[in-house]
């Protein structure tokens, strides 16, 4: 059984477009904060982000992959498509799945 965590995170927010890569306080944004914290959980196996195919999202693979985080791409429409593709390329058994943006 592999238990993988999903975070949803995308740049294209109507309200607050960009809001995951925003700080949080002086240094860290929203993203970096949420993935260090599901660092220190000890029942995940693997932290992957999952994020759109757009243009604007690559500077999400970009930050994620500065962080040593794998990061996939899929349809900016269909979250669940999005979400079942990542865990058949990761093998998940079971996901968490966790937005970026709260």
């Known amino acids: 059984m ?6 949803q995170a995308r740049m294209g ?6 809001k995951v890569l925003m700080n ?3 240094k860290n944004t929203i993203l970096y904060s949420v993935i ?3 660092q220190n959980c000890k029942f995940i196996d693997k932290i992957v982000v999952a994020t759109t ?3 604007d999202d690559d500077k999400v693979e970009e930050f994620v992959t500065n962080m040593n985080i794998d990061c996939f791409r899929g349809s900016r429409n269909d979250v669940l498509d999005r979400y079942y593709r990542c865990a058949q390329r990761f093998s998940f058994s079971t996901i968490v799945r966790i937005t970026a943006d709260n």
Do not use: A, N, Y
């Open 13 to 18: 927010s109507t309200r607050l477009p960009g």
């Open 53 to 55: 195919d757009l243009k």
């Open 36 to 38: 260090t914290q599901l």
């Open 2 to 7: 592999v238990l993988g965590c999903i975070i």
């Open 24 to 26: 949080v306080d002086e």
